[in-house]
């Protein structure tokens, strides 16, 4: 039998060259331990592998979650031999001591003749329901096991890294990834951006979704240098052109780099801010609960104009209006005060701004008609524009895909087209009391009835609202060091105190573990590197989307909940 040392794993086929060891014993609940061959060093494998079973009826295909030592007898370890007799440590090894993995199985697929398997089992992954006999050997995975397990090569399936030492593709069925909302999870520094850049250039390449990314840092709409690789990153404009993708960025006075080209600039009207959009800031803005009522008694006064209204009300005039709804002077002349401050926004204007004249509006026809929309806060490094403009905005998208989703229930019109929201700092959004203010709680909870979802970018999310979080479909999460983050992404996921180990053992770099409804089994990989190879291959296959009819999309709004 040849060892594991003998050569690189991807380049090893036959099942007996991949051999690591024998399970000897374990259950379905806690797992199962393998002891491994004497050819094989305990130093070879790593939590967060993946590897393959030989059962009698089935192959199971499990993650290794511990490594441990082990000895066939007390007295060896009492007496253990000197470091320097290498003869006698090769004696013992394999025999007298040995080394153990502990493995979750994650998948089984049938291996009996096909007139013994019933029609929707054969040849597709299983949930695991039993465990392989004793001393079934289990091998190192191959580039064959990845290929019957993940997403094949094809226009549809999109490299997202490779495993662990380990030189064989991990793909995504990009359609399974956009027919749902996804999470890319990981602490500050830990190569989140990178991964979301690797994903979405995935999205527009397929043509699977129409995209609008919030780019709170700008780094997709122009050239960037990675500063974790010192790499300069080509934008996503770059990449794909013009006709595909169009970058936005707020009005304003300051000058502007010379690469950095627009498709135009967003202005806000006052009347274009909604109630729901000043409950989400009211922690920014220092509001309380009666400000949030003292605007409900503005709304009903003053119609849309509320806020320019409010703004331009002199003590007097605050009296007078005090006196006629019955509130407090006190209360309305805070508010006054408060949220002068989005008045001082370049971006925001008092004019009224009409539909036909609205930035806005401008954006959202604009991904109707298939083209993916990067908005980059170019000079705005403060929470406050971010989620104004992101909570505005998607308001605004989250009404015309509901009106139009409903008038082709009634076979008025066609279906809008797939609309995957890319936003970061999702746990502002998200969090439990701002949720119920914003449309990005309504997507994330009612999935594809409207055929929007979300990919949020965070590295906090135990902020998130448990709710919400529960209707993640796909969890890419990169290292978190915070027990409250780990807890809440294998929320909900079975098997998770078995993947607690695996996501804590992530490197700080280039690490993340996929899991959800896009990936058959839980799998640890390292993130591709962004190169000339993965330029050349986002460009061997771009295609874009015939949306403006919404024929090309796959209409996920119509698909059965699983």
Not at 214 to 225: G, I, L, N, Q
Not at 294 to 311: A, E, K, M, P, V
Request: aromatic share 6%; with cysteine.
């Amino acid at each position: 039998m040849i060892s594991v040392h003998d050569g690189p794993l991807s380049t090893q086929h036959s099942a007996l060259s991949t051999r690591l060891g024998l399970v000897v014993e374990g259950s379905l609940t806690k797992g199962l331990t393998a002891r491994l061959d004497g050819s094989c060093s305990v130093e070879d494998v790593r939590v967060g592998r993946f590897v393959k079973i030989r059962g009698e009826h089935f192959d199971f295909f499990c993650l290794i979650t511990d490594v441990a030592l082990g000895a066939s007898s007390d007295q060896v370890l009492a007496d253990p031999p000197d470091p320097a007799d290498s003869f006698l440590q090769d004696v013992l090894l394999g025999t007298a001591t040995f080394g153990s993995v502990v493995v979750q199985p994650m998948l089984m697929l049938n291996k009996q003749p096909a007139d013994q398997v019933a029609p929707d089992e054969m040849g597709r992954p299983l949930p695991v329901r039993t465990i392989p006999v004793h001393f079934a050997p289990m091998d190192a995975a191959t580039k064959d096991d990845f290929d019957r397990v993940f997403a094949p090569e094809g226009e549809g399936s999109w490299e997202i890294g490779t495993p662990l030492d380990m030189d064989i593709p991990v793909r995504l069925d990009l359609e399974r990834v956009a027919e749902r909302s996804n999470g890319v999870f990981g602490k500050s520094g830990s190569g989140k951006s990178m991964l979301t850049r690797v994903l979405l250039s995935g999205l527009i390449r397929s043509g699977a979704a129409v995209n609008l990314i919030f780019d709170m840092h700008s780094e997709y709409a122009w050239p960037t240098r990675d500063a974790g690789s010192g790499l300069m990153l080509r934008s996503l404009k770059d990449l794909f052109g013009n006709a595909r993708v169009a970058v936005y960025t707020l009005r304003s006075t300051r000058p502007r780099p010379t690469g950095h080209r627009t498709d135009g600039d967003i202005r806000i009207g006052l009347n274009e801010i909604d109630i729901d959009d000043i409950a989400l800031l009211s922690e920014l803005l220092n509001l309380n609960e009666t400000a949030i009522e003292t605007i409900y008694l503005l709304q009903s006064r003053f119609g849309d104009t509320w806020l320019r209204d409010l703004l331009e009300m002199t003590p007097s005039d605050i009296k007078a209006f005090c006196d006629e709804v019955n509130a407090h002077p006190g209360a309305v002349g805070a508010l006054n005060r408060k949220l002068n401050q989005l008045r001082q926004l370049e971006f925001v204007t008092d004019e009224h701004v009409s539909r036909a004249s609205s930035s806005l509006e401008l954006i959202v026809n604009s991904l109707e008609r298939g083209s993916n929309v990067v908005l980059a806060f170019e000079h705005e490094s403060q929470l406050l524009p971010y989620m104004l403009v992101a909570n505005v905005l998607t308001r605004r998208i989250h009404a015309r895909w509901t009106a139009r989703m409903q008038a082709a229930h009634a076979d008025e019109a066609d279906r809008p087209p797939l609309l995957v929201i890319t936003v970061e700092e999702a746990h502002k959004f998200l969090s439990p009391s701002a949720a119920r203010h914003t449309s990005f709680g309504t997507i994330a909870r009612e999935l594809r009835k409207f055929n929007v979802t979300l990919l949020i970018v965070d590295q906090r999310p135990s902020g998130i609202d448990p709710e919400v979080l529960s209707q993640i479909g796909t969890r890419l999460t990169c290292q978190l060091n915070d027990e409250n983050d780990i807890a809440a992404i294998l929320a909900g996921i079975s098997g998770a105190s078995h993947l607690r180990s695996v996501l804590a053992s992530l490197d700080s770099q280039q690490q993340a573990m996929l899991l959800g409804h896009a990936v058959p089994m839980p799998v640890v990989i390292k993130v591709r590197t962004i190169d000339a190879a993965f330029y050349a291959d986002v460009m061997a296959g771009s295609r874009g989307p015939d949306f403006p009819d919404g024929k090309r999309a796959r209409d996920f709004a119509s698909l059965p909940d699983d």
